[in-house]
């Protein structure tokens, strides 16, 4: 079955800095993978998502990257902000809509 | 745009009641809803999906007689708690998804049962 999980639970960066989050998943027919930004108390927001027949998509600030051969995606945050500290875990598709357990970004002044 | 509502944010009740919660999309029909539960520290739990107009889709170990699930609209699902324990305490949320299977999160409500 699908397993998707994270390689860090938690992720500490300095203000200004880039962030990395990485997820990794299992199930090679897996063709729709969203990224999401849960803050403490709250509802999962989404952030941003990519379909398997692209490898990168941008937005503002972030851009997620997807590698299909060692099937990992990541999400890279720019200049990392104080309001930027969340919860961030990835959603895959593979037969249904798996979540990871995510990463716990804390951005320090 | 994009937006899906919960109600309430929070409760308090009593063991043995039961509590409804509502997860309304505000601006846009969604043919699909979803149930979760988030323990502390944890990734979310599924509990069931639903589709307007038809029976929901309880996950393994998840009891439909404990947790009622009613779509009645496209921008309408509620869930229900019926009996409710200590144990049912936990946060809960909705998500609604159109066709594009981007499942967009209501901001959750928080059980807690004395």
């Known amino acids: 079955g699908e397993n998707v999980g994270l390689h860090l639970p938690t992720l500490s960066v300095q203000e200004g800095d880039n962030s990395i989050i990485n997820c990794a998943y299992s199930?090679?027919?897996?063709?729709?993978f969203i990224w999401y930004k849960q803050e403490s108390g709250k509802g999962p927001q989404f952030i941003i998502d990519?379909?398997?027949?692209?490898d990168k998509r941008q937005g503002q600030r972030v851009t997620v990257l997807l590698n299909k051969t060692v099937k990992h995606l990541s999400l890279q945050i720019a200049a990392t902000q104080p309001g930027d500290s969340a919860v961030y875990f990835c959603a895959v598709r593979g037969n249904d809509m798996r979540f990871g357990a995510g990463t716990r970004l804390t951005v320090k002044p | 745009g994009a937006v899906v509502s919960q109600h309430p944010s929070w409760v308090i009740c009593k063991s043995g009641t039961s509590v409804k919660i509502e997860c309304r999309s505000l601006?846009?029909?969604?043919?699909?809803m979803f149930w979760y539960r988030q323990f502390p520290k944890q990734s979310l739990m599924l509990m069931a999906t639903s589709n307007e107009g038809s029976k929901a889709t309880y996950e393994q170990g998840v009891e439909k007689d404990k947790f009622l699930i009613n779509h009645a609209s496209l921008t309408l699902s509620t869930l229900t708690v019926t009996s409710a324990h200590p144990e049912d305490s936990s946060f809960y949320i909705c998500?609604?998804?159109?066709?594009?299977?981007?499942?967009?999160f209501g901001p959750g409500t928080r059980l807690t049962v004395l």
């Open positions: 990519i379909r398997s027949n692209m």
């Open positions: 199930n090679s027919a897996s063709d729709y």
């Open positions: 601006d846009f029909q969604a043919t699909t």
């Open positions: 998500s609604a998804s159109q066709s594009t299977d981007t499942q967009y």
